[in-house]
């Protein structure tokens, strides 16, 4: 590709909303540009990156021998009622209606489609196992899009289904896909962890988490210092043998009451008597996409673990609001989202328990700072509140014994379950087995968020003059740049020849002939990323050299003319 003929959007100014690095490099280097909250365009450059973690994951996948499918985005609501998730999905799920009348969806994710299709498709045993793959285009209204592409509402997927006979064969794909997922992220050459998670609300007996280490990573992920023990920090919470289980909250209590202060404003604000009526009480504050204003408070009460109260209520007492519609919230609140008042405390409610979020929990600032109306809740308080809790669970026994737990932040960029039968059997989808005998079919499902992956890559790769592409996904691989070559036709030329030669070879190549500062183009190649540059002038040519600088270089070198493609290989 020739610079002088392509978009090279890049902007030197640091964009005002834009928080993260990943956000803020990716509109930079002229990769995606926003058109409404959580929807994005892709660019070229952007889209030559994302066009390549769909490749990859594409190749690995028909590898595993998983079959590629497309199914529709917009779902008809029938097949949502027929699994119950029409009433329980909650504010994610954009719901529409067609000019009849009729109820769809847009679908913020597949398995009520895919098992429809395959309870029609496949009838016998024989036929099974069988494993279904599609890259789509997903929309989640999530209630507080950020980060770019990291937390969009549009975002791309690659989502696989697979069907079994019995829970033997389900836990081979399983285990398949495990490794599915490893090698893609190996290609990827990412730094990330397969963690044990809970399987939620999309139900099921197992499930991990793929996680891209990065600080600002919005989940907090526990490893044992002694074994390959991983989990995200819900999940290590629930499998921590007794006597290894973090503090309960009589315990938690000391490092987790909020201060006398915070308790007075929260009293006033609510208009209750937080000191005695709850031994915990955790508030959680979100701002609206515009910045405005949004409240969800929740209370934590009685002799649990934090755990232990979330599986409550997701036994029946209470929804967690990350699944509650406003109507639920507020029924299960007392409080309107988005408003201030009084809360029902005889409903325990936990919204999210990631430690990234505790800030929210313990004293309501987000992270960014949002302040509730009228109380000015420090934010420094808050973090050191998440520190408190942190060490609850870091420095407890490794719960296989092993070593000691650890915790990093992470960036979930895949999700695989063992859903087992709960969508086959709402959805009566069977098979006959060897002896004629109808059986309901067990399922997995895997999720990968490849618009996802591109914005973790450049939270882990990155410097102070732009993204730090691996090979693998790097928009190009190589960086041409001619200096004056509309004033030096041999330069000129040797830019050109080498150009060819190494696109010959088989190299992405990106060709710098714009008439622009050497500066200028230098600033921006770093900017996008691209792993290797060579710089051709007159001088150079002179000497009979090229020069050559690795992105993570420090130093430049001097590359004979002739030796450009051996030096790359
Ligand atoms: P999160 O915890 O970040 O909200 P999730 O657990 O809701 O993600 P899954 O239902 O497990 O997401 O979906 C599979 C994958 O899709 C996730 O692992 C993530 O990589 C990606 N993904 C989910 N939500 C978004 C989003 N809003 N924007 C971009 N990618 C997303
Ligand atoms: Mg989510
Ligand atoms: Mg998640
Ligand atoms: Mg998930």
Not at 68 to 82: F, K, N, R, S, T
Request: with cysteine; net charge negative.
């Amino acid at each position: 590709m020739r610079a002088s003929r392509y978009l090279i959007a890049t902007q030197k100014e640091t964009p005002a909303d834009a928080e993260i690095i990943s956000h803020q490099l990716m509109l930079r280097a002229g990769m995606i540009r926003k058109l409404a909250a959580g929807l994005y365009t892709w660019l070229p450059m952007g889209l030559r990156t994302l066009r390549k973690v769909e490749r990859i994951v594409r190749e690995e996948m028909d590898k595993s021998g998983a079959q590629e499918v497309l199914m529709p985005a917009v779902q008809p609501a029938e097949l949502w009622e027929e699994s119950g998730r029409w009433t329980q999905y909650g504010g994610e799920l954009l719901r529409m209606k067609d000019r009849h009348g009729r109820d769809f969806c847009f679908g913020p994710t597949h398995e009520e489609v895919i098992t429809d299709l395959i309870r029609n498709e496949i009838s016998s045993y024989k036929e099974l196992p069988a494993n279904f793959y599609q890259v789509q285009t997903k929309f989640r209204d999530e209630r507080r899009p950020r980060f770019g592409v990291m937390r969009a509402r549009e975002f791309l997927m690659k989502d696989a289904y697979s069907f079994h006979l019995n829970a033997e064969s389900l836990n081979e794909t399983y285990e398949l896909m495990h490794r599915t997922y490893c090698a893609i992220f190996d290609r990827f050459g990412l730094d990330y962890r397969a963690v044990q998670a809970d399987s939620g609300a999309i139900g099921g007996s197992a499930s991990h988490e793929f996680h891209v280490l990065a600080s600002s990573g919005e989940d907090d992920i526990v490893f044992s210092t002694g074994s390959d023990y991983a989990a995200n920090i819900e999940k290590a919470e629930t499998v921590a043998p007794s006597g290894t289980r973090p503090a309960p909250v009589e315990e938690m209590k000391e490092v987790a009451t909020p201060d006398q202060k915070t308790i007075d404003a929260v009293s006033q604000l609510l208009g209750i008597d937080a000191t005695r009526t709850v031994k915990t009480l955790l508030v959680k504050a979100e701002a609206d996409e515009d910045g405005s204003s949004g409240l969800v408070a929740l209370v934590l009460r009685g002799d649990h673990t934090l755990n232990e109260i979330k599986a409550e209520n997701l036994a029946g007492v209470a929804e967690p609001l990350t699944m509650a519609t406003d109507e639920e919230i507020e029924q299960a609140v007392g409080c309107k989202p988005g408003s201030i008042g009084p809360v029902n405390l005889n409903v325990p409610v936990i919204v999210d328990r990631s430690a990234a979020h505790l800030a929210d929990f313990v004293c309501g600032a987000n992270r960014e700072g949002f302040h509730l109306t009228g109380v000015n809740w420090e934010r420094d308080a808050a973090l050191e509140r998440v520190e408190d809790l942190r060490n609850v669970v870091e420095g407890d026994p490794s719960p296989d014994g092993k070593g000691t737990l650890e915790i990093r932040r992470g960036i979930e960029v895949g999700h695989i379950f063992k859903l087992g039968n709960k969508y086959s059997t709402a959805m009566n989808a069977t098979v006959l087995d060897e002896n004629g005998k109808t059986v309901i079919m067990d399922m997995g499902c895997y999720g990968l968020g490849v618009s996802r992956v591109v914005a973790a890559a450049i939270e882990q790769n990155h410097d102070e003059n732009g993204i730090i592409w691996p090979d693998a996904i790097a928009p190009f691989q190589v960086a041409i740049v001619t200096l004056n070559a509309h004033k030096s036709p041999t330069v000129a030329e040797a830019g050109e020849k080498l150009y060819e030669q190494l696109r010959q070879a088989g190299y992405d190549v990106l060709l710098d002939d714009r008439k622009e500062r050497p500066g200028v183009k230098f600033a921006d190649m770093e900017l996008i990323g691209i792993p290797h540059r060579f710089v051709v002038s007159e001088r150079g040519l002179a000497a009979g050299t090229l020069e050559y600088k690795g992105r993570k270089d420090a130093e430049k070198q001097d590359v004979p003319v002739a030796e450009a493609l051996p030096f790359l290989v």
